[in-house]
């Protein structure tokens, strides 16, 4: 009897933990925040407007199996930003949170996202294009129990929720979102002018696997371009303009096809070739690091595994340098942990940098498009290293970060990680001149 009741009094403080399993933007409207609370269920927020920083801020929700808690919830987001679109050039950013977050107002996510949309507004006031930037959080639920310590436990149950998220309707809403950026083009009738609009992808941790599973087909597509009429050789395309994924929580075995064909025959890219596809992984994520290799160990247990020989490392950017992979450690590890497929370390840098008013964006464009193998570009607060092992202009950068620039899993936020990540979001979307 005394252990029944251990047992029940453990099952209903457990429900009792669970975290909301509903929708936490219920209202559609455009809102303003004016005061502290305001808007805290509105799907559509209008920031800071009339500002340096104005910019919207739109959520989309998904429950456990990937479905849209409203569809109109996204067609009222979706269809508000596509008026804007038609009638402005946009820079449209998209983040999708990982363990331990949602939508929910106050989410530290929530609020690390909007003042990044900010910094990206005070950008575009500054310099020529002066687009509307748009921000769009899509909320799932990476927390289903709230009792500390407890919640750590549920890391493989988000992980097979965050694939579910990915393969469903999340690739239908990314997709309608990068139909926003070509809005104006597809408008135009006449030689249309340069295509301004541009789109940027963000996912954390889970929110990284939800990104990769919704886009890995898409980028393979986008990368080969086999599409009917091709007749010249380019610039290999991504989706949108970059995803970026950080501390993403998925295995290196799934990224194996990409890292291929971005390798094969050490192919050249033009120096127009901007990045597509970025992985930031901090080498003190002990929950990527750790954590998920003891997992992936006892959910491969029965799976068989083989060595992957004739693959290679471009040494020089040029040269073919014989590498076998094993398919079972790249079935364990994390692909920001998988040695051989990290083409980048960022460090922190010895010298203070700043981006005044008028720093010349254009001109670090140009300086990334001449990069040689093994270079060392400057960031404000940081130094990215290319390791030798892909051609200096491979639109698929896995990047292992130094432990005093982002400590651990949830450590995405210091002032050299978000100023990097904007210096590489500015220098990828930059508009045509």
């Given at each position: ?23 936490y ?8 925040p ?9 799907a ?25 808690w ?18 402005s ?11 331990h ?21 005070e ?17 799932w ?29 999340v690739?239908?809403?990314?997709l ?14 006449e030689?249309?002018p ?55 929580a ?20 033009f120096?127009?070739q ?8 901090s ?10 290799p ?10 068989t ?5 004739n693959?290679?490392?471009c ?50 464009q ?43 899993h ?14 590489l979001?500015?220098?990828s979307?930059?508009?045509v001149?």
């Open positions: 009897m005394r252990i029944t009741t251990v047992i029940a009094a453990a099952l209903v403080i457990l429900l009792a933990g669970c975290a909301q399993n509903a929708p933007r219920t209202e559609y409207g455009l809102c303003t004016t005061e502290q609370g305001r808007c805290a269920h509105s559509l927020l209008h920031e800071s407007p009339g500002s340096g920083r104005e910019h919207y801020l739109g959520f989309v929700e998904f429950d456990d199996q990937g479905q849209l409203d569809r109109a919830q996204m067609r009222e987001v979706v269809g508000s930003y596509q008026e804007i679109a038609g009638q050039d946009v820079l449209l950013v998209v983040f999708v949170h990982g363990w977050h949602n939508a929910k107002s106050g989410d530290g996510n929530i609020e690390s996202f909007d003042r990044l949309l900010g910094a990206l507004a950008i575009e006031a500054q310099g020529g294009a002066k687009r509307k930037v748009l921000g769009l959080y899509v909320g639920r990476g927390e289903s129990i709230e009792i500390p310590w407890v919640n750590d436990l549920t890391f493989w149950d988000r992980k097979n929720t965050a694939h579910n998220v990915g393969l469903q309707g690739t239908e809403l990314l309608r979102l990068e139909e926003i950026v070509n809005v104006k083009a597809g408008m135009e009738t030689v249309p340069p295509l301004n609009s541009r789109m940027v992808v963000i996912g954390h941790s889970f929110g990284g696997a939800v990104v990769y599973t919704a886009l890995q087909q898409v980028l393979a597509d986008r990368f080969i371009d086999s599409r009917r009429g091709k007749t010249v050789s380019d610039d290999a395309k991504g989706f949108g303009d970059l995803v970026l994924l950080v501390n993403p998925f295995e290196a075995m799934r990224y194996a096809t990409l890292y291929d064909i971005s390798q094969e025959h050490c192919r050249q890219y120096g127009t901007l990045p597509k596809l970025a992985v930031m992984t080498k003190g994520d002990l929950a990527t690091k750790m954590a998920f003891i997992g992936r160990s006892l959910s491969t247990f029965f799976e595994h083989r060595t992957l020989e693959r290679h490392y040494e020089g950017g040029k040269t073919e340098t014989p590498l076998a992979l094993d398919e079972g450690k790249a079935d364990r590890t994390a692909v920001g942990h998988f040695r051989p497929y990290i083409t980048h370390e960022l460090h922190p840098s010895a010298v203070e940098r700043l981006r005044d008013a008028g720093y010349d964006y254009r001109a670090f140009t300086k990334w498009s001449r990069q040689s193998s093994g270079a060392v570009l400057p960031f404000v607060g940081s130094d990215l290293v290319h390791l030798g092992r892909t051609h200096p202009l491979n639109p698929y950068l896995n990047i292992s970060v130094d432990k005093a620039l982002m400590e651990g949830n450590d995405i936020w210091r002032p050299e990680i978000v100023s990097f990540v904007r210096d979001i500015t220098i979307t930059l508009p001149e």
